[in-house]
């Protein structure tokens, strides 16, 4: 079985703070792999990243980062100097090897930045 | 454009009464799958398909039925749809498989039961 925990409900932040969004995720598998998507207030379904399980590397793209961390579980996401085009809910997805191409997201965070 | 679109984008009906939700990619996409979000539940996964003929169940697939007759084309059926079934629906597509790809999202489908 896999799941995927976003325990963060909502979270409010002011423009230019940094904000970490939080993804802890449970499978008995090796390889596996991590995903984050954002659905802003049209609606519609974005995908931002993919990582693998055997890729531990920390990705930056722009103001968006991502910490994999094996040890605790977690692929968390942050933003740096946020803007109100941010505000969005993120989802967190995973997929396991043994799962074959079950995708299970997390409940989502729903993220509102205010100018 | 290259797309998924489902049609329609909102729905209301009766329960018992039976329903499909068309999605169709434009991509030449191996993959298709179906969820449905629900507040404080996320999106949930239904049915995906790896290929023509070819369906397997997701997390919440009673009360559902799909079909792969065509690549492009992977409808979305409720033989006799109930008011636990009014959702947001989301088809999405990959070229080759979850894990290999990113997910192209349609636009949604709206379903109220009553």
């Known amino acids: 079985a896999q799941k995927v925990t976003q325990a963060q409900t909502e979270i409010s932040v002011v423009e230019k703070e940094d904000v970490t969004l939080d993804c802890v995720y449970e499978?008995?598998?090796?390889?596996?792999?991590l995903f984050w998507y954002k659905q802003p207030p049209s609606g519609e379904l974005v995908f931002l990243i993919r990582?693998?399980?055997?890729?531990?590397q920390n990705e930056i793209s722009g103001r968006y980062s991502w910490n994999f961390q094996k040890s605790t579980s977690s692929f968390n996401f942050t933003i740096t100097a946020s803007q109100v085009v941010d505000s969005a809910v993120y989802f967190c997805a995973l997929s396991a090897e043994s799962s074959g191409d079950k995708l299970t997201f997390g409940t989502g965070t729903r993220l509102a930045v205010r100018p | 454009e290259a797309q998924v679109t489902q049609n329609p984008r909102y729905l209301i009906t009766v329960t018992g009464k039976k329903l499909t939700v068309t999605c169709s990619q434009n991509m030449n996409h191996e993959y298709m799958s179906w969820y449905r979000q629900d507040p404080g539940l996320g999106l949930r996964q239904i049915y995906y398909s790896m290929n023509v003929e070819v369906t397997d169940k997701g997390d919440v697939p009673e009360g559902y039925k799909v079909s792969r007759k065509e690549k492009r084309n992977f409808p979305l059926i409720l033989e006799s749809p109930s008011p636990n079934q009014t959702s947001l629906y989301f088809c999405a597509s990959s070229l080759g498989g979850v894990t290999n790809e990113k997910l192209f999202f349609g636009s949604g489908t709206q379903l109220s039961v009553l």
């Open positions: 990582r693998n399980s055997f890729d531990e």
């Open positions: 499978t008995r598998d090796t390889t596996y792999y």
